[in-house]
């Protein structure tokens, strides 16, 4: 806690310091655009005493979009600009002795009234942002009843993967943010937390596939970030869900949210809980020198969860903000699995059948408990955010196996039977602070994290002998790892006309502790990296654009990976971790094309040194298959892909994607061999129309890869097909939903990899062939918040801070 309490003292000194830099000047003066970037010209700009709103001074913006009030005394004042093509823009600034100079006031057309006809706006679906892609989910009739994860599910180029998560096209898994905090949560439960957010909250989506230097460097693929809505309706609304899916087995899941809002309070709590029992089918064979071993493993996973979350925000002022968030998590799994091994020799005829029934329990629960403190010190963008917090996870995994060996005629020749207990725990402290500082020049931000991360883990393995269970040695561990990152970085961009550019740098000091208690084994590291990004964007025109982008990344181990011991599946199968893991680093470079936000084209590289992935160990004299991981292969990725979105037929939406990538993979070590080859994807998600008001209509979307390398994996070609059905009634508050995946049964994963010269290959299948009903009711009132005119533009400020 002195080493945290320290840290927690450089942070409160470094925003003190930041926030004391000002200079001695006076006056306020700014430019004037829409919101292409063109000048507007003859607005006429008001200077308003606060709280009265009386007119003191009065001026117009020039042919290229300028003003200038001068000699104004200290004090609070609102601005008012005003012209007959646009919408009003009101803000409030304070003069504390220096000049104000705003970058840009971005203009937005005003709503126009002909004969009853009201023509207004509307964002692009897409907009090609200098560090990210947006896409403005917000009133898409599409995603009416629909649910975060349906929202991501249709970014061109971006894939849910089952139960593992979301991955970009060519690339690999990225992380989940939710308003720029990251969600801890993984797999299905990171899954089951998107499907019980309705999309309705949701304002844009953004796919940062090279996170600028604000954000933690780790994890090698990017970041999607979800920003929700700000202005909520004013009172008490909120939703409840449910749904039922049939696969192999029936699994439900249900819950609802509520959220409460009032001038200065916002509540938002839900609930989620599921009750899932998932299949899985593995197949993994063996081809040794002189035998053939081929396995059959089923396994029936049931998992019971409840998910609660609560946020509070308080609004202290009209400029700081207080918020507080809690989600917890309680989850059982039980996995019943049974394999049978045969044993063939040569001629092709089985030798011998291994059997092994093994049952598997873990409980898991875990806290997350965030503080956040904001303070806008104007209304041009200056703010600073403080950010707490704190994360625990309690997991227990209780294990018991039973290995029998026959002969072909049933005949027993031996039996093993294994019982092991895996506690584990974790607990995270984090801090963070950012400073984000517009200005005439440039636009400034910097900032600073420090996280503490501890975890205590242990393995308990009993070996039966004659009815009684005797505690093996041999087999037992206890493992102890800490983690501490401190890190800070600097971020400046600046527009010159057509053009932009955005340079940041961020430095993380990582020290990390892994201590084996069985082995007196001690593992210590400590490293300093710099991770720059750079992002270069030229707006052509207004329908066209040009990005590039670089960014490093760290990938670190997982500190389960660092643990030594042996987790058993058979007396022939176990995993290890590897206290000796090294993180892996990678170089991203990405250009970007966008013709009016309906074709994207994108060229990447990505350069990945010093990779730990899993490997497959056989023994060709004991038969043990032994799976790790190991820094063993760099690897080099090439794409490009297209992306074509059509939201212009009144009946139809349609987001298509197609990528092509050369992956080349360099070995480190004599036991495996350099590969090479092709790989591609192609994804296809449409929405059709079934009548006039859009209550009713259908989906079909479809994903296909091929044949590619991952690792030393070569993997061969699937796809899956996808149907559903939307209905809106009661007045678009009920939504009932009818869904259709892997209708096929075509998404089986088939691999193999060789090391040592000896090939596994794997042929397995998740359960995704489900249909899915679902039930959606939101209630609420449906009146807007009344917000001061002072504070019209309030909304557009929120996300232009983000």
Request: proline share 3%; net charge positive; hydrophobic share 35%.
């Amino acid at each position: 806690m002195k080493r945290l309490l320290k840290q927690g003292i450089f942070l409160i000194t470094y925003t003190i310091l930041f926030t004391s830099l000002k200079a001695q000047q006076h006056g306020i003066s700014g430019t004037i655009v829409d919101k292409t970037g063109k000048p507007v010209y003859e607005a006429k700009v008001l200077l308003l005493s606060f709280p009265t709103a009386t007119v003191l001074k009065e001026t117009s913006s020039s042919s290229k979009g300028i003003f200038t009030i001068g000699m104004i005394d200290t004090g609070k004042y609102t601005i008012r600009i005003m012209h007959p093509s646009y919408a009003d823009n009101i803000s409030d600034i304070t003069i504390a002795d220096t000049d104000i100079i705003i970058d840009k006031i971005v203009l937005s057309p005003g709503i126009i009234n002909l004969n009853g006809v009201v023509v207004q706006s509307k964002k692009p679906l897409i907009e090609q942002k200098i560090d990210r892609t947006v896409y403005n989910v917000e009133n898409q009739v599409s995603l009416a009843g629909a649910t975060a994860l349906d929202a991501i599910g249709k970014l061109p180029g971006v894939r849910v993967i089952g139960g593992n998560g979301i991955a970009l096209l060519g690339k690999g898994q990225v992380n989940v943010l939710l308003d720029d905090r990251l969600i801890r949560l993984s797999g299905d439960d990171l899954i089951n937390m998107l499907r019980s957010m309705p999309a309705a909250e949701i304002v844009r989506i953004e796919v940062i596939p090279n996170p600028p230097a604000k954000y933690d460097a780790a994890g090698n693929f990017g970041l999607i970030n979800i920003v929700t809505r700000k202005r909520r309706n004013r009172g008490l609304s909120g939703n409840i869900y449910g749904a039922y899916s049939q696969a192999v087995y029936g699994s439900m899941n249900g819950g609802g949210t509520l959220n409460f809002n009032s001038r200065k309070w916002n509540i938002d709590a839900a609930i989620n809980g599921i009750d899932n029992i998932y299949y899985e089918l593995t197949n993994p064979t063996t081809d040794y020198p002189s035998q053939i071993w081929r396995q059959n493993r089923t396994s029936k996973n049931i998992t019971k969860a409840i998910s609660p979350r609560i946020g509070i925000d308080y609004q202290i002022s009209k400029r700081q903000l207080l918020g507080v968030s809690y989600a917890y998590n309680n989850k059982r799994l039980e996995q019943h699995e049974y394999s049978q091994t045969r044993i063939f020799s040569a001629g092709n005829k089985i030798d011998s059948l291994i059997r092994v029934p093994n049952d598997i329990e873990r409980k898991t629960q875990s806290h997350d408990l965030n503080l956040h403190y904001e303070n806008r010190f104007d209304s041009i963008g200056r703010k600073l955010s403080v950010d707490a917090g704190y994360f625990t996870l309690d997991n227990k995994l209780n294990q018991l196996s039973n290995s029998s060996s026959y002969l072909t005629d049933n005949t027993l020749l031996s039996e093993s039977i294994l019982k092991s207990a895996a506690p584990q725990n974790l607990k995270a402290y984090t801090l963070q602070t950012d400073l984000t500082l517009p200005g005439k020049f440039m636009n400034f931000a910097a900032g600073a994290k420090v996280a503490i991360i501890k975890t205590e883990s242990s393995s308990t393995y009993y070996r039966q002998h004659e009815d009684i269970f005797y505690y093996d040695s041999s087999l037992s561990n206890v493992f102890n790892y800490k983690e501490n990152v401190e890190a800070a970085y600097v971020n400046a961009d600046k527009e010159l006309g057509k053009w932009g550019m955005q340079l940041g740098l961020r430095a993380e000091y990582t020290q990390t502790t892994g201590y084996s208690a069985t082995y007196n084994q001690t593992t210590k590291r400590d490293y300093l990296k710099l991770f720059p990004t750079v992002f270069i964007i030229y707006k052509k025109d207004a329908d066209n654009n040009f990005v590039f982008s670089f960014g490093k990344r760290i990938n670190r181990p997982n500190y389960w990976y660092l643990n030594p011991f042996r987790q058993f599946v058979s007396p022939y199968f176990y995993y290890e971790g590897n206290p000796f893991l090294q993180p892996s680093y990678a170089n991203n470079f990405e250009l970007t094309y966008s013709h009016k936000s309906i074709f994207i084209t994108k060229a990447f590289v990505s350069i990945q040194n010093n990779i730990f992935d899993q490997i497959m160990f056989a023994d060709s004299v004991t038969r043990i298959n032994r799976l790790t991981r190991m820094n063993y292969y760099s690897q080099r990725n090439f794409g490009l892909s297209e992306s074509v979105n059509i939201s212009s037929i009144p009946w139809m939406e349609s987001y298509n994607t197609v990528s092509v990538y050369y992956i080349r993979t360099k070995s480190m070590v004599d036991y495996t061999k350099d590969k090479e080859g092709w790989g591609g994807d192609v994804s296809s998600s449409n929405v059709f129309y079934l009548n006039k008001p859009k209550t009713f209509s259908a989906g079909l979307d479809f994903a296909y890869t091929f044949p590619q390398l991952s690792g030393i994996n070569k993997f061969s070609a699937y796809y899956s097909v996808d149907m559903g059905f939307r209905w809106l009634t009661m007045k678009k508050k009920l939504t009932i939903g009818l869904t259709a995946t892997d209708i096929f049964r075509t998404s089986k994963t088939k691999f193999y990899g060789i090391t040592n010269n000896i090939k596994t290959s794997y042929d397995n299948y998740f359960d995704n062939r489900a249909v899915r009903v679902s039930l959606n009711y939101k209630f609420g009132k449906n009146t807007k918040n009344k917000q001061p005119a002072k504070q019209s533009n309030s909304d557009e400020k929120k996300r232009a801070n983000f």
